[in-house]
C-alpha cells in the first residue's frame, strides 16, 4: 500500500516538473482517468465486502493520503529509482522529456529526506540513463523499452489501471495471473504484493518485487534487469548495499538470449521482427553487464574470474 501511495504522489511531481502547458494538461487527464478507474474499483469492491485499508478509502473519498515513513533509505533509493525509470501513465504514451527526473528531488522532501537527496538521486540516475543510451545502437527494437527524445529510457511495466480486487488467497492470486501475464517473462518472479484483498501490478510494487532484494528469484526480463541495475547502481553510490548478484543473473539471460537469437538468425529473414527484437534483448544485458564490469556492480568472486 506504501508502494501504491508513492507512486499516486510521484505522478503528481512529473506532472508539476513539465514545462510544456498543453503536454502537463494532457498528462493531468492520464492522472485524471488512471484514478478515477482505480477509485471506481475500490468502491466496487467495498461493495462487494472486501476489507481494504483506510488509506484507499480516503483516496475513494477524494484525499490522497501522505506518503507514510514506511521504507530504509536504501529501500527509498529503489522505489524512487524504479519510478523515475518507468512509464507511470501506460497505455498513455506522453513525451516528459526529462520530468520524471526532476520530479526526484520533489518527491524526496516530500518523504522525509534532506534537501540533497533528491537532486544527489537524480543526478546518478541520469548518470545511468545517459550511460545505458550511449550503449544503443540506433534504430534498435526495444519492445518494452522506449529512449525518448530526451534519452530518458523509460520501461512499460504494466499499467496501473490493472489493479485486481479479489478476497485473498488461492482464488485471488488466480485472478491476478492474467494482469503480472503483461509483464513478460519473469513477471511473477516476485511474487504479488497482496495488502488485504487489494493487489497491484503497478510499476513500483511489481517491479520492486521483482527486482529488490537479495538471493534467488528467477531470471528476470530485460526490463527488469535495466531497472535492477539502476537500482545497485544507485544504492552504491549513496554508500549501500546492494544486490550483487545482478550480474549473474544478466550473464545468464544474455547467454540464454545469444542461444536464442543464433536459432532464429539461422532460419527467419535477416529484416524479421522477431530477431530485431531479440538481438535488442540480448545487446541490452549484455549492455547492462558491460555496466556493471565497469561500476563494480559485480559479486566479489568475479574479478578473480575474469583473471584466470
Known amino acids: 500500500m506504501a508502494a501504491l501511495i508513492l507512486e499516486l504522489h510521484f505522478r503528481y511531481a512529473v506532472r508539476d516538473s513539465i514545462n510544456d502547458k498543453k503536454v502537463s494538461a494532457r498528462y493531468s487527464e492520464a492522472i485524471r482517468i488512471k484514478r478515477a478507474d482505480l477509485v471506481a474499483q475500490i468502491w466496487d469492491a467495498d ?13 475513494a473519498e477524494g484525499d490522497t493520503p501522505k506518503i507514510p515513513d514506511h521504507w530504509t533509505v536504501a529501500g527509498l533509493i529503489e522505489q524512487l529509482t524504479i519510478l523515475a525509470l518507468s512509464d507511470l501513465i501506460a497505455p498513455f504514451e506522453i513525451d516528459i522529456d526529462d520530468a520524471a527526473f526532476k520530479a526526484l528531488p520533489i518527491i524526496s522532501e516530500k518523504a522525509g529526506q534532506s534537501t540533497s537527496f533528491g537532486p544527489e538521486l537524480r543526478s546518478i540516475v541520469r548518470v545511468f540513463n545517459e550511460s545505458i543510451t550511449k550503449m544503443t545502437k540506433p534504430g534498435a527494437n526495444w519492445g518494452r523499452i522506449a529512449f525518448a527524445a530526451a534519452g530518458v529510457a523509460v520501461i512499460a511495466i504494466a499499467p496501473y489501471s490493472l489493479i485486481a480486487l ?10 491476478l495471473t492474467g494482469g503480472l501475464a503483461a509483464l513478460g517473462p519473469g513477471g511473477m518472479v516476485g511474487g504479488l504484493a497482496a495488502i488485504g484483498g487489494i493487489a497491484s501490478t503497478g510499476a513500483a510494487i511489481t517491479t520492486a518485487a521483482a527486482v529488490g532484494g537479495r538471493g534467488e528469484r ?4 530485460s526490463g527488469q534487469l535495466l531497472l535492477a541495475t539502476a537500482v545497485a547502481f544507485a544504492q552504491k553510490s549513496f554508500g549501500h548495499e546492494f544486490d550483487d548478484a545482478i550480474w549473474l543473473k544478466a550473464s545468464a539471460a544474455a547467454a540464454e538470449l545469444s542461444a536464442q537469437t543464433n536459432t532464429v538468425e539461422a532460419i527467419s529473414d ?3 521482427r522477431s530477431l530485431s527484437a531479440l538481438i535488442s534483448e540480448r545487446d541490452l544485458a549484455q549492455n547492462l553487464i558491460t555496466f556493471m564490469e565497469a561500476n563494480d556492480l559485480t559479486p566479489a568472486a568475479t ?6
Open 47 to 59: 461493495a462487494n465486502g472486501i476489507p481494504l485499508p483506510r488509506e484507499l478509502h480516503k483516496l
Open 166 to 175: 479479489a478476497p485473498a488467497g488461492a482464488a485471488g492470486a488466480a485472478a
Open 218 to 221: 528467477g531470471q528476470l526480463n
Open 270 to 272: 535477416s529484416k524479421s
Open 303 to 308: 574479478p578473480q574470474l575474469a583473471l584466470e
